[in-house]
């Protein structure tokens, strides 16, 4: 069993930024696909960004050009570099390891961008 954290959330002004972080359990951390996702209520849950263990990334165009995904193999850690952001941006942000059939997600962690 793989435990997912998220941590980095919080309340941000429009055009401000925020660094989420994602810690996952386990030693084979660099193999697994990692992801973030994002949910509001009512909506279903979207894709944000992801990148493989070899470190090719991919963003929805939301979101391109302003956030940044990355890891740290050593860290066991995946880290969303969140900057522009903007009132749209307010979601529960989930992040996803996957290995296969293997599919782990965090608990989520509030984004809110308000004046």
């Known amino acids: 069993q793989v435990q997912v954290v998220e941590s980095g959330g919080g309340l941000v002004q429009p055009g401000g930024s925020l660094r989420l972080s994602c810690a996952a359990s386990g030693s084979i951390f660099r193999r697994y696909l990692m992801g973030w996702h994002r949910q509001v209520p009512g909506k279903q849950r979207e894709l944000v960004a992801a990148i493989t263990s070899g470190g090719s990334t991919n963003y929805a165009d939301s979101v391109k050009g302003r956030f940044t995904i990355s890891r740290d193999n050593a860290k066991n850690t995946v880290y969303l570099q969140m900057n522009s952001l903007k009132p749209e941006d307010t979601a529960v942000y989930y992040c996803?390891?996957?290995?296969?059939?293997?599919?782990?997600w965090g608990q989520g962690t509030q984004v809110t961008v308000s004046s």
């Open positions: 996803q390891s996957k290995l296969g059939s293997l599919d782990y």
